[in-house]
């Protein structure tokens, strides 16, 4: 089988796949049957967060990476511990396959597994001394509190071994130090899954055990190419090549910063192959992992002199040397250095401040970095709370994490609260703070019974009360049959009405609370419990529903022309609009999004039913739903499917796709790195939106005195005209018709000053009307009083005069004063806007005897 992705499919409690089993997990717990009862991968992992998480110890061991290579052999209840010792052995000696000499071989058992024991004794020939049974911690696996469990059994190579030595059979006691000290390396792992653990801890056999192996690919090459080091085998040996000629020395095994430079080989491995699988950097998840894997490169080519990009490049090392073996890699290699160049070009921006105040706060003698500080240079410098420790460690000082995380709980409290407020702002359905039922006094229960949410199927029910409370004229329900929905998942809540003999109340707010969704509103009179009629706003409800099914039709759509690595990161849908998140590196061209836009529209038009399902949560995963890793789910969830969208959802949608009726995207942009945004409007706003337009066009035609048909062609020829005007104008001004029309020149103070209006109000040209006036002249200032917008001044002065200390900035503000306007520019040049654009007037009468006094005020 090909090797899984390194997001695991369908599987949101895993960071990263980290074990060639991941793929066949389900198979294991007896949740999936395939048609094959074997199979062999060689399986892309990651171990950089969550519970497997080498990323500090990498650079720094031999044998630690972020991204490796598993190689692993299955059984699903078919072969079983003879034959796979039987395959193991004849895999790692056999010369046509890894040839290592048996001598320098010795085995680990359970110490229980006295099968295992038996049979390596009788199929390798091994004496019991060099069979090592350990306990639980080494040589039992289990996936997880319960479920499939059994012991393992593991192949050590030694590293000490030569040819002609006699096999090494050291006791117990000092096998177990050598292999923690690295002689006996551990190069294969064989798991006997043939036990199901029980809550209260028993084991019962399996009726079909199984066998899943593991072997790393880096701990393999390096045996057979005779090195004692990951790094030193020809799988990144090219890198650190690179790495060398990027800051120009080679790599040293022996140096102090060989350790940078096998973090940047490791890293470049992980990033690219992340990527590739559609992660992309981010502030949670799989993406703010896959960010510290970056950030901590960057920090390592800092320490090697690197001031510019290192990891870009050397995905390309990655991409030639492992491309053939996975062929995603070169689809997508020009998209991966784009995002890696991005994200190291941010961090470039600020690591530099970041080390500063780092070595700020060491050299003020403190020997903890507070909370809010390490919060300071996550927030503002970028830096991932562990490489603030790890540089602080080298510097001996130790960091508040409590702090830390009290600031940054802080932070997404605000956030929240910011969320929440323009959510409310956005919506009609919550007008007040949220209500939760308690046993305070005020509620008034009146019957037993759970909710129930009958808004799925209808948008009207009678319905018994089972508690209300009432304050003065609002008034507060809880009903047993409830359609109204209550913000969720980012759609809006219901509005509406409630109703009873002789009375009408609006629906203001919808809550959720502990005991069901309570319904809130004005109400003058005593209340008089009875049976009421619920009634949704229906027309609004429509236009919720049909924006919540487009927001599915655009994952769907945004995952076929953009890629995998879309996934949704949040959502709003309202009435009028909808707006859709998703993580993806960079603005999308026009188009493609017009072929984004095309093909939800496909969607629409094939009038797909809509339908809903609610089943165990493997069965969802199972059918194909996306779930996603920052979100936690039932036992039991609701799955919704139109077309090829299939989605966990507990909102409410259309019946067919066709009742969208149209989608128009009304733009898109950035929420964070890695998070883009659409926003969308359907149904009848998209064809509100389509009149606007049509209107506007209408408009414009009247203005340019064409019809709409011929708008194109008419503004064409307004630019055309354009064009040639400005020509003829830049040959005016060429030929010296810049130079300031004919205007009254007063002597002030032997500078000769014109007063005049500008002939263009362009930038540009007055900036050469300026250059005109002072060509071949001394002594003189110009003075301009534009009309146009707000109204401006402008001043320009002979080289002379500025050469005397005059600056045209100091009289462009005393004129301009006049008017509460200010300015500034060059010495020769200034322009400044009028404060008040009825003043000019009096600014350009004042503007003599302001000008005697700047000349006063300089002599």
Same mark, same amino acid.
């Given at each position: 089988m090909p090797s899984s992705s390194l997001v695991p499919e369908g599987d949101p409690t895993l960071l990263f796949t980290n074990a060639g089993m991941?793929?066949?997990?389900? @198979? &294991?717990?007896?949740q999936e049957r395939r048609d094959y009862l074997r199979a062999v991968t060689c399986q892309k992992c990651v171990r950089a967060g969550g519970k497997h998480n080498d990323l500090e110890q990498v650079g720094h061991t031999r044998r630690h990476h972020t991204f490796f290579e598993m190689l692993g052999n299955f059984s699903f209840g078919d072969y079983f511990k003879r034959a796979a010792i039987a395959f193991a052995w004849e895999f790692v000696t056999g010369k046509e396959y890894l040839g290592i000499a048996p001598d320098r071989l010795l085995v680990t058992v359970h110490h229980t597994d006295d099968e295992a024991r038996a049979l390596w004794r009788e199929i390798a020939g091994l004496p019991d001394e060099r069979i090592y049974g350990l306990g639980d911690k080494d040589n039992f696996w289990q996936m997880g509190d319960t479920g499939p469990c059994g012991p393992c059994s593991e192949i050590y190579v030694d590293l000490e071994w030569r040819p002609g030595d006699p096999p090494a059979a050291p006791a117990k006691p #000092? &096998? +177990?130090?050598? $292999? +923690?000290?690295?002689?006996?390396? +551990?190069?294969? =792992?064989? @798991?006997?899954?043939?036990?199901?653990?029980?809550?209260?801890?028993t084991l019962t056999p399996l009726p079909r055990p199984s066998v899943d192996t593991g072997a790393g690919l880096e701990r393999i090459a390096a045996v057979l190419q005779g090195e004692?080091? =990951? &790094?030193? *085998?020809d799988l990144f040996q090219p890198l650190l090549d690179r790495v060398g000629e990027l800051v120009g020395r080679s790599y040293d095994r022996a140096s102090a910063e060989r350790g940078s430079f096998r973090v940047l080989a490791d890293h470049a491995r992980a990033v690219t192959f992340l990527l590739a699988d559609g992660v992309t950097p981010s502030n949670d998840g799989r993406g703010y992992v896959l960010r510290r894997i970056l950030r901590r490169a960057v920090r390592h080519a800092w320490l090697l002199g690197r001031r510019e990009p290192t990891l870009a490049p050397l995905t390309a090392v990655v991409v030639e040397r492992m491309g053939d073996a996975y062929p995603e890699l070169r689809a997508k290699a020009q998209a991966i250095r784009d995002a890696v160049t991005s994200e190291e070009t941010r961090f470039l921006d600020t690591i530099e401040a970041g080390l500063r105040r780092l070595d700020e706060l060491a050299e003020s003698g403190a020997t903890t970095i507070p909370g809010d500080e390490a919060f300071r240079l996550y927030d503002t410098y970028g830096f991932p709370i562990d490489l603030t420790q790890l540089i602080a460690g080298e510097r001996g000082i130790s960091v508040d994490l409590e702090g830390f995380e009290r600031a940054l709980a802080g932070q997404r409290d605000r956030s929240r609260e910011v969320s929440m407020r323009a959510k409310v702002a956005g919506s009609s359905a919550v007008l007040g703070a949220p209500t939760v039922i308690t046993k305070s006094e005020g509620w008034r229960a009146l019957k037993r019974g759970r909710q129930h949410f009958v808004g799925y199927d209808a948008t009207e029910a009678e319905s018994d009360i089972l508690a209300f409370r009432q304050a003065g004229e609002q008034l507060e329900l809880l009903l047993r049959e409830n359609p109204f929905y209550a913000e969720s998942g980012g759609q809006v809540s219901d509005t509406g009405e409630l109703s009873g003999d002789g009375w009408t109340m609006p629906v203001d707010a919808v809550r959720k609370s502990g005991k069901g969704t309570v319904l809130a509103g004005i109400f003058a009179e005593a209340f008089e419990p009875a049976v009421v009629r619920a009634a949704v706003d229906a027309e609004r409800r429509r236009n919720i529903e049909?924006?919540?099914?487009? *927001?599915?039709? #655009?994952? #769907?759509?945004? !995952?076929?022309?953009?890629? *995998?690595? @879309?996934?949704?990161q949040g959502s709003l849908v309202e009435p009028g609009r909808l707006r859709f998140d998703f993580s993806h590196h960079g603005p999308i061209d026009a188009a493609p999004l017009r072929l984004i836009e095309q093909d939800i529209n496909e969607q629409i038009l094939a009038n797909a039913p809509v339908v809903t399902r609610e089943m165990a949560y493997p069965d969802a995963l199972a059918l194909g739903a996306m779930?996603?890793?920052?979100?936690?789910?039932?036992?039991?969830? !609701? @799955?919704? *499917?139109m077309g090829d969208s299939i989605e966990l959802c507990g909102g409410t949608h259309v019946r067919s796709t066709g009742q969208i009726g149209t989608l128009r995207i009304s733009g898109q942009g950035g929420v964070a790195a890695g998070v883009r945004r659409i926003e969308a409007v359907t149904g009848p706003a998209a064809l509100a939106a389509v009149h606007e337009i049509e209107g506007r066009l209408a408009r414009i035609a009247e203005t340019l005195r064409t019809h709409p048909e011929h708008l194109q062609r008419r503004v064409e020829q307004l630019l055309e005209e354009r064009e040639r005007l400005e020509a003829r104008l830049q040959q005016a001004l060429r030929e010296g018709a810049g130079a300031a029309p004919a205007a009254p020149t007063h002597r002030i103070e032997n500078v000769d000053v014109t007063i005049a209006e500008? $002939?263009? +109000?362009?930038?540009?040209? !007055?900036g050469q009307v300026a250059d005109a006036f002072r060509t071949g002249k001394a002594s003189a200032a110009l003075v301009l009083f534009g009309t146009a917008g707000r109204g401006a001044v402008h001043v320009a002065l002979t080289e002379d005069l500025v050469r005397r200390g005059l600056k045209a900035g100091d009289l462009v503000n005393r004129i301009a004063a006049v008017s509460g306007g200010r300015g500034g520019g060059r010495p020769h040049f200034a322009s400044a806007g009028a404060g008040d654009p009825g003043r000019l007037g009096a600014a350009r009468e004042a503007t003599p005897a302001l000008v005697a006094e700047w000349l006063a005020a300089a002599s």
């Open positions: 991941v793929q066949f997990k389900r @198979v &294991f717990q007896g #000092a &096998f +177990e130090h050598l $292999a +923690e000290q690295g002689r006996f390396l +551990e190069i294969w =792992n064989l @798991v006997f899954m043939q036990f199901d653990r029980s809550a209260d801890g004692d080091d =990951n &790094f030193h *085998t049909r924006n919540h099914s487009a *927001t599915h039709l #655009a994952h #769907a759509a945004l !995952r076929r022309h953009l890629g *995998t690595h @879309v996934r949704q779930a996603f890793f920052s979100e936690k789910y039932g036992d039991v969830v !609701r @799955v919704v *499917t500008p $002939a263009s +109000e362009d930038r540009a040209e !007055r």
